[in-house]
């Protein structure tokens, strides 16, 4: 993909987490930190700056935590903290990767594109990313250590709601920083492609759409979405195809008619293309999974 935001955004879509604990922490003035120098750190963190201004050393590699910025990972890491004058406030929030060993686990895997598969993110891996300290996150953030607090299980289960709310806000925010001129375009872009699947679309007629050349207007929404216009366009139809097919209610042609492709033949090679398993076979699976 090339670009943190989706990279990380495909991470949590696709791995199943477990939350631990959350934290509000404030770190004195000039002062260094070193209790994960000796002991490498357990768990992968969430971690928002605040306040102040802190230099993370996380092994070899360094980063300068102010407010508006979040690191993301660094699991097994040594680690060491040298808290700037005005010392350093922040949240952390800490998960892990959970391994499932299920039918349903290996169906969604078979579901997916190789052109979906990207390297594996591990969970040493450090992001650090640009999120503005808004109103709506700081709300977030609030929410999420008051749900923390409580023992019962809804409120566990609001935890990771708020927590998933947290990571798409963040990642939001660095895909429009990143993408500050070209955003709007491409907004406006995806919800063409989403109201109009089921017509034909070019690039071509895309691009004349916002008076911009196919190429370059493939550059930006590349860049916002990770992957091309028609790409997209096709991964979006074949999100819904999949949906109406898991109803069992409608034929393979229908449903190739219905996001817009006449030859059914032709739509079922590209169903296997990017969810890795016919269509035909989408009510057997579920069919077996009931069992």
């Not at 229908?254 to 990017?274: C, I, N, Q, T």
């Amino acid at each position: 993909m090339g670009y943190a935001y989706e990279e990380l955004a495909q991470y949590f879509a696709n791995t199943p987490l477990a939350l631990y604990g959350v934290y509000r922490t404030q770190l004195e003035a000039n002062r260094v930190y070193g209790g994960h120098v000796d002991k490498p750190t357990a768990r992968c963190g969430v971690l928002i700056a605040l306040d102040g201004e802190a230099e993370f050393q996380f092994d070899d590699e360094s980063y300068l935590l102010a407010p508006g910025k979040v690191l993301i990972g660094g699991a097994g890491r040594r680690l060491e903290i040298i808290a700037g004058e005005q010392g350093f406030r922040y949240c952390l929030v800490h998960y892990l990767p959970v391994q499932i060993d299920s039918d349903k686990a290996l169906l969604d895997r078979s579901e997916e594109s190789a052109a979906d598969e990207g390297e594996i993110r591990e969970p040493r891996d450090i992001a650090l990313l640009e999120a503005a300290l808004a109103p709506e996150l700081l709300r977030l953030v609030d929410s999420l250590l008051e749900a923390d607090s409580s023992p019962d299980f809804m409120n566990l289960l609001e935890k990771k709601s708020i927590f998933y709310q947290i990571i798409a806000n963040v990642l939001q925010s660095e895909r429009h920083g990143q993408n500050k001129e070209s955003y709007p375009v491409i907004e406006d872009a995806i919800q063409y492609i989403q109201t109009h699947f089921t017509e034909p679309i070019t690039l071509a007629t895309l691009a004349e759409r916002y008076k911009l050349k196919a190429k370059y207007f493939s550059h930006l929404f590349t860049k916002y979405t990770g992957m091309g216009p028609i790409d997209y366009l096709i991964h979006y139809r074949m999100n819904k195809a999949q949906e109406w097919l898991q109803t069992k209610q409608f034929s393979v042609s229908a449903v190739a008619r219905s996001v817009g492709y006449a030859d059914p033949y032709y739509f079922s090679r590209l169903f296997k293309k990017y969810k890795g398993i016919a269509p035909s076979q989408i009510g057997l699976i579920g069919r077996e999974l009931e069992r």
